[in-house]
């Protein structure tokens, strides 16, 4: 079965491929954005927009440390610059330059990772960003987001371009299901509540929104009534949200493609930590880097799965 | 077994070429992704490295520490390596037609922990010759003379990173070092040229204090005479820019499909049965 069927979603978009329609889509309401790309704009969907704004796309070529300071000078000048690669080799490999060029300065650059999490399958570990929102919350100044379908994550493009500062969209490469229509309400650090419930809370992003959605529509059949929150804003993350989850819910589920570490579930738990201690688990890749094959099988493997979700909820109810 | 550099004959080495490139385009059809054109470039360096007797190897023992290294800092060509490593008798050549398939070591990009006899964990571009800059000083330091080799893309020169490998060899003039820039003349997005010019690679590496040569990369004479001639530089570190063709091949099959750069895909088996036939 595919994700998110058994809660009723229908296969949608990639975020990818939603934020590169937005980001084309924007070029005229928003003329001081231009792109800066690393020989990688036809993954990254950027290619759209430099198509048709081909004085505003700039291609530095594979040289990503180039091209986050590139993005830096652009926003000096006034620009908006959308800076993307994949999530790696944006975020690791041209760290000191986001830090330097756009974080410490508080330059009004957009950071744009694609290819996220395991689920890009056969290209393997080298290609997976995993690190990414670890690193880049790390930073200050800088907004992080992690939207879960393909409307959500045209808003979350849009959000973006409008907000001034530094910030950091994570993109995703397979195809996830369509969770919202076009009345969703998006602002960043503002979570949406996907499906209410009152004996826990499962707090996702990403693909893993809809793989919780399947989580709780298992749980619900066993009497578990689950809380379903789409916290697409890692940072700020959406502190009400959090406490409210604590409190009304009594525990609280982190489901994120990504490390253990450093990621949403660390974000959460600093909330719930110092707000209202309740118990809490987690599902993620872990501590480990993946491997290659096909995403639906890594994400089995890696226990990626409403299954787990389930088995997790209920491990952490019982404690 | 001991360490051994095999040197077939010519035609033999011809030969396998053949091989190794009907390989890449089996085993990357089979695995449904993957980067056959940019496998097919390097195709005669490799089977010179490791046919035309110049990497010291032992596929039983692929860690012995007086072996020669060959660094694919271009890792996403690993289909090349694969084959090359099969032929040489690291695995079984049905083996790779697990490439990038869940459980396999035959991971999209090189993975050192996953399989023996790979010298570098790569994919993200731009690191290889600082890694080989760091085995080259390594093994001098323990008074070995294994040579490292490094094959890089020239996409890939883009990277900062690989011009300050490129210093470094030259400041410690690593005449154990060998770099191989693959000038394909495309990378992902279109032709380097167009995206990122960095040509003439010899006359800006040159400088630097490199021994430097310009060979046509995929006449296998003029691979074999060019890593004959690198290995004799001892002084300094040695840069073949190997100008060759995406795709080398199988080019009239890929013209059918109006994409001489055809990067980051695998043929259809139809085009795969195709690219075979014309390989013959
Ligand atoms: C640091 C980094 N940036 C981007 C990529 C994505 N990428 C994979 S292959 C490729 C093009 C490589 O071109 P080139 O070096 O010329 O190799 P070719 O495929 O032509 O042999 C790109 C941009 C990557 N693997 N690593
Ligand atoms: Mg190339």
Redesign the pocket.
């Known amino acids: 079965m595919a994700i998110g069927e058994l809660s009723g979603y229908q296969m949608g978009q990639a975020t990818r491929d939603a934020f590169g329609e937005a980001l084309a889509d924007l070029g005229d309401e928003f003329p001081n954005v231009v792109t800066v790309d ?3 704009g036809n ?1 990254t969907r950027t290619e759209p927009f430099a198509e048709k704004y081909p004085e505003r796309g700039f291609n530095v070529g ?1 040289a ?1 440390s180039n091209m986050v300071s590139v993005a830096g000078g652009l926003a000096g000048t006034g620009k908006i610059p959308v800076v993307a ?2 999530a790696c ?1 944006l975020l690791n ?1 041209a760290f000191d330059q986001i830090r330097m060029s756009v974080a410490f300065p508080e330059q009004n650059v957009k950071l744009v990772g694609s290819h996220a999490g395991i689920s890009i399958g056969e290209d393997g570990p ?2 997976m960003g995993i690190e990414d929102v670890s690193l880049a919350c790390s930073l200050p100044n800088v907004s992080v987001m992690v939207p879960a379908d393909g409307v959500s994550a045209k808003k979350a493009t849009r959000a973006m371009v409008g907000h001034q500062g530094p910030t950091y969209l994570r993109l995703g490469r397979p195809k996830v299901p369509a969770l919202y229509d076009e009345s969703v309400h998006f602002q960043i650090g503002k979570a949406i509540t996907l499906k209410d419930g009152s004996d826990a809370t499962i707090i996702a992003n990403g693909i893993m929104v809809s793989i919780a959605a399947d989580a709780a529509k298992m749980l619900e059949d066993e009497g578990v009534n689950t809380r379903v929150i789409d916290m697409h804003t890692v940072k700020p993350v959406d502190r009400a949200a959090v406490v409210a989850a604590a409190k009304e819910t009594g525990c609280i589920i982190v489901a994120e493609e990504h490390l253990h570490h450093g990621g949403l579930g660390a974000a959460v738990a600093q909330v719930v930590s110092e707000e209202h201690p309740v118990p809490m688990g987690y599902v993620n890749v872990g501590d480990c880097y993946a491997e290659s094959g096909d995403p639906m099988g890594l994400l089995e493997k890696y226990g990626l799965t409403a299954e787990n979700i389930v088995s997790t909820v209920k491990a952490v109810k019982s404690r | 077994m001991a360490l051994e550099a095999i040197k077939l004959s010519e035609e033999e080495m011809l030969a396998k070429a053949k091989d190794l490139r009907k390989n890449i385009i089996k085993m990357t059809t089979e695995a449904g992704s993957g ?1 056959p ?2 496998s097919l ?2 195709v005669e360096i490799v089977t010179g490295l490791y046919f035309g007797g110049h990497l010291r190897l032992d596929p039983e023992n692929p860690a012995d520490p007086d072996r020669d290294r060959f660094i694919l800092s ?4 690993v289909p090349v390596l694969y084959a090359a490593m099969a032929e040489r008798g690291f695995f079984p050549v049905e083996e790779t037609m697990s490439l990038r398939k869940l459980g396999s070591p035959f991971e999209g ?1 090189p993975n050192l922990k996953r399989m023996p006899g790979i010298e570098a964990s790569t ?4 690191q290889g010759l600082s890694i080989g800059v760091g085995q080259a000083l390594g093994l001098r330091l323990d008074g070995k003379d294994s040579n490292v080799y490094v094959m ?6 883009g ?1 900062g990173q690989v011009w300050e490998a490129i210093a470094a060899a030259a400041k410690y003039k690593l005449g154990n070092l060998v770099a191989i820039i ?1 000038q ?6 279109g032709a ?1 040229k167009d995206v990122l010019d960095l040509t003439p690679f010899a006359d800006k590496i040159a400088p630097f204090g490199w021994h430097t040569q310009t060979i046509n990369g995929n006449d296998l004479g003029e691979a074999l005479g060019a890593l004959e001639k690198a290995d004799a530089v001892t002084d300094q570190p040695s840069l073949i820019v190997s100008q060759t063709q ?1 795709g080398f091949g199988i080019l009239p099959v890929l013209e059918t499909t109006g994409d001489l ?1 055809y ?2 895909k695998p043929l259809s088996s139809e085009l795969a049965e195709k690219a075979l036939a014309h390989l013959g």
């Open positions: 690393g020989d990688v993954s594979i990503e690669s994949f080799f490999n080298s290609q | 980067h054109t940019s470039s390097a271009k890792g996403h060509a990009h994919g993200s571009l731009g890089i893309g020239d996409g890939e020169m990277e693959d394909n003349g495309y990378q992902q997005t380097t995406k750069n990067h980051g």
